[in-house]
């Protein structure tokens, strides 16, 4: 992801979706998470739409909006970049409607669930307190349900 998104200190893989090492890259993904058991393409949409937005929403949260330009480009990047995994964003408005219906039709409780949150919770404590305040509601309370109402 982080070479997708033109984050990696790693040479060979700079410059994001400018480089054809990472288009092929996000190819053969999109290839291996389709073949994944029980996947569907509205699963690889609601991901690609929370990875877009979830900056955002840190940012607004933080009181840091980008600025319509910025915004425009950013937007325009992601989308581009999440066509490589074969997901299509429509207007941002609209992505974060998408990801709300979805979130609150599918979190849950779950064992595996469970065991996974507290793990990361445990190793990134820091991110997890970054991430629950821009948690659509029914997803923050699975949330501090699983980690005993936690707030760090």
Known sequence: MLRLLGLTAEPAWSKG?????VRKQAEMLARRHAEF????????DFLAALIALAPLLVRLEAGQPP??????GYWRYMS??????????SGEWEEE???RVFSERNAGLSSDGEAMLTAFAARHPEHVAAA???LFPRPRSVV??????FDA
């Open 17 to 21: 979706i400018g480089n054809a090492k």
């Open 37 to 44: 058991p029980g996947m569907r393409q509205d699963y690889i």
């Open 67 to 72: 600025s319509s330009t910025h915004f425009r």
């Open 80 to 89: 581009a970049a999440m066509s490589l995994i074969t997901a299509k964003l």
């Open 97 to 99: 409607q998408k990801c």
């Open 132 to 134: 629950l305040p821009v």
């Open 144 to 149: 501090r349900t699983l980690l005993g109402g």
